[in-house]
C-alpha cells in the first residue's frame, strides 16, 4: 500500500510526503522541502509524523520553493538525501547529512519503494519529476515543467494516483500584475503547466487505473482554484467531486492507494 499527503504545495513552499508498508509506514520519503524546519515540524505534526521517521528526501530541483530546508533537516535528522548532480550544485546549502545521485534516466529504489525519474523542461540545471511504486501501485508527480512530451506522457501510464501541476489561468497571468519577463517565463516551455495544458495532459492519458488526481502548484496570484478544478474536471471528463486540489497552507490529508 502507498499512502500519500502533502505539506503545502505553491510558490511559497512544496513537500509531499510518500510512504508505503504497514500502518505506520516502513518507508517514508519527504519529496522536496520547501520549508524552514520548524514549519515542516509543525506540518509533519499536523499528518501525524514525524521527522526522526523519514528514511530520506528527495529533491527534484533547486528553487528554494522546493529545497529551502532541505539541508538543516538533513543534518538535523541525520537524513539522506537523493538528487541529480545539476540540482546538487546550484543548492547554495548541498552540506546534506548523507548524499545520493539520481540518473534521472535510471529507476532506483529507497527500502521498500521503487522511483522511476524523468528528466522535465524547467528553468533550473537537472530537474526532474517522478512515478513512485510499491510494486502493485504507482503515484505520479508532476510539477514544475512548461510542457509534456511524449517521454513524460509514457513515465506516467497505468497510474493509480496523479499529482499535477495547474499552476496558472492564462487569462489571468498574462492580465495579471506580473512583469512581461516573468510573464514569459511561467508561461514558457521551461516554465510551468498552465491549466490548458494540464487538461491536454490528461485527455491523453489512459485514466482507467486512476483512483485520485489532485491539482498542485496553484498560484495565489494567476489562478483559482474553481479554474484549476474545472480544467482538471474537463480533462478527466469527470464531476467536480472526482477532483482536488492541494493548498499553500495545508496542503492535503492522506490518500490511499491499495
Known amino acids: 500500500m502507498i499512502r500519500f499527503a502533502s505539506l503545502g504545495s505553491g510558490s511559497k513552499g512544496n513537500a509531499t510526503l ?7 509506514g516502513d518507508t517514508r520519503i519527504l519529496l522536496d522541502c520547501g520549508f524552514s524546519t520548524k514549519a515542516l515540524e509543525a506540518r ?28 538543516r533537516l538533513s543534518r538535523k535528522y541525520n537524513i539522506p ?14 552540506d546534506f547529512a548523507q ?22 523542461p524547467h528553468d533550473a540545471r537537472e530537474p526532474c519529476q517522478f512515478v513512485f511504486s510499491d510494486g502493485a ?29 495547474c499552476n496558472y489561468d492564462q487569462d489571468m497571468l498574462f492580465n495579471g500584475a506580473y512583469p512581461k519577463s516573468l510573464k514569459d517565463r511561467v508561461s514558457s ?12 495532459l490528461l ?30 474536471c474537463e480533462g478527466m471528463n469527470c464531476s467536480p467531486n472526482d477532483v482536488s486540489l492541494a493548498s499553500q497552507s495545508n496542503g492535503f490529508s492522506w490518500r490511499e492507494l491499495s
Open 189 to 200: 516551455f521551461k516554465g510551468h503547466l498552465g491549466n490548458e495544458q494540464s487538461k491536454d
Open 137 to 165: 501501485s504507482r503515484l505520479g508527480i508532476v510539477t514544475d515543467l512548461g510542457c509534456h512530451t511524449p517521454h513524460i506522457l509514457n513515465h506516467l501510464k497505468s497510474l493509480n494516483g496523479l499529482l499535477l501541476e
Open 203 to 232: 485527455k491523453k492519458l489512459d485514466l482507467t487505473k486512476l483512483k485520485h488526481i489532485i491539482g498542485v502548484h496553484v498560484s495565489e496570484k494567476n489562478n483559482t482554484p474553481e479554474h484549476a478544478l474545472q480544467a482538471l
Open 81 to 94: 538525501v537523493w538528487l541529480t548532480v545539476g540540482t546538487y550544485h546550484m543548492c547554495r546549502d548541498n
Open 44 to 71: 509533519l505534526a499536523n499528518l501525524e509524523r514525524s521527522a526522526e521517521t523519514l528514511n530520506a528526501i528527495v529533491i527534484t530541483h533547486e528553487h528554494s520553493d522546493h529545497i529551502a530546508g532541505a539541508g
Open 99 to 120: 548524499t545520493h545521485f539520481i540518473d534521472s534516466h535510471t529507476d532506483f529504489e529507497i527500502d521498500d519503494i521503487s522511483l522511476h525519474p524523468f528528466p522535465v
Open 18 to 24: 510518500i510512504e508505503s508498508g504497514a500502518k505506520d
